[in-house]
């Protein structure tokens, strides 16, 4: 029997080796990733004969939801030994992370798949989405501005407030983020206007250039940054990662927005304290991962003896929490039972739709 436990100090090489393994990733920033990042705590893994066959890293976070600034952690990476897939060890090994994480009182957990739908059975669903645009040949006529670190966290931290789902990051964590991206070549411009900071993109210039992140304040300044990366693209394809809400039309060979983030609840009592709040409403809930966040509570965390006005899984209250999806829209879907239409209303009301995004994924 496999049986997982929490990474120890000493699993950092056994995971790294697994960890390169598995994705394919550079040494270089492997190297970087683990001894920065790798926080025996916030992971775990699973061994057999003194070999680690299964690991799930995660780094501590802060989160935005709706304004609140949360506590949460971001998955780095799953991963199995080839020779033991299909063996239902990711699924152990996150089962045991996901309770393990509940334990601290973190309210729920984020990360961005590569494949998108891999988490949905285990109550982590679609939360934000991506505006991904490919030019084939691109060409620009605006230079690239440089930017300092400083001045691009200052943006950052300023503009990121408008999303709900977003990582919020201290000025020191800021700096280690850019490492992240300087340690596999990682470049980043700005866009000006009138000297102020209106845009900026962090981007990989190799044999095409990927824009990891692109924020601005304005479709003046989404313009003007294009245009830049266009420019240093020179006739080579230019992929681009966009926040999902601007409206700017962009000549591209592809143009489509689609769900790139999913978040997970891991304390219910926690995220309903820390986010709502509110004693008002009985929810019925379900969730096949983490046993405590079963039954039916207030929306200040409490469980309660009430009939539920609502009953719905997990994922979807956190769908609904962080903003991603209406009342409405959860209804129409059939993932929502509805006991009580005025509750329904009210919470229409308390749980608006919010711009959901996100472009971290360490």
């Known amino acids: 029997m496999y049986k997982p436990r929490i990474a120890r100090p000493d699993d950092i090489e056994d995971i790294k080796k697994l960890w390169i393994d598995r994705f394919g990733e550079e040494e270089g920033f492997a190297d970087f990733m683990f001894s920065s990042r790798y926080i025996p705590e916030y992971s775990a893994c699973i061994e057999e004969n003194g070999k680690i066959i299964s690991a799930l890293q995660s780094i501590p976070q802060n989160i935005l939801i709706r304004g609140r600034i949360l506590p949460c952690t971001i998955l780095a990476g799953v991963s199995t030994d080839e020779e033991y897939t299909g063996r239902g060890l990711m699924s152990r090994v996150f089962s045991f992370y996901m309770n393990h994480i509940a334990s601290l009182d973190i309210p729920l957990t984020v990360h961005t798949p590569a494949n998108h739908p891999t988490f949905f059975s285990k109550g ?18 605006t230079e690239p501005e440089n930017i300092r670190p400083d001045e691009l966290y200052k943006f950052y931290s300023t503009v990121c407030t408008k999303y709900s789902g977003i990582i919020s990051r201290s000025y020191p964590d800021f700096l280690f983020k850019l490492k992240d991206y300087e340690s596999t070549g990682g470049k980043y411009i700005a866009v000006r206007i009138n000297g102020m900071v209106t845009g900026y993109a962090v981007y990989f210039d190799y044999y095409e250039v990927l824009a990891e992140e692109v924020l601005a304040i304005d ?14 693209s020179n006739g080579r394809k230019l992929s681009m990662k966009l926040p999902p809400d601007i ?28 986010a709502v709040g509110i004693d008002d409403f009985a929810v019925e809930v379900q969730d096949r991962i983490v046993e405590q966040n079963n039954g039916v509570f207030n929306l200040s965390g409490g469980k309660t003896t009430k009939s539920p006005q609502i009953c719905l899984s997990v994922g979807h209250l956190m769908q609904l929490i962080e903003g991603y999806k209406s ?16 509750a329904m209303r009210e919470l229409s009301k308390l749980f608006p739709k919010q711009n959901c995004f996100i472009f971290d994924e360490y």
Do not use: C, Q, W
């Open 327 to 342: 009342i409405e829209e959860l209804r129409e879907e059939g993932v929502v039972h509805i006991r009580d239409d005025n």
């Open 124 to 141: 982590h669903l679609s939360a934000t989405n991506t505006r991904f645009v490919t030019i084939n040949s691109a060409v620009g006529y």
């Open 219 to 232: 479709s003046e300044s989404y313009e003007k940054l294009v245009d830049m990366l266009k420019t240093i």
């Open 247 to 274: 409206g700017i039309e962009i000549v591209a060979d592809s143009d489509e927005t689609k769900p790139k983030g999913v978040a997970g609840i891991a304390s219910l009592e926690t995220l309903l304290r820390m």
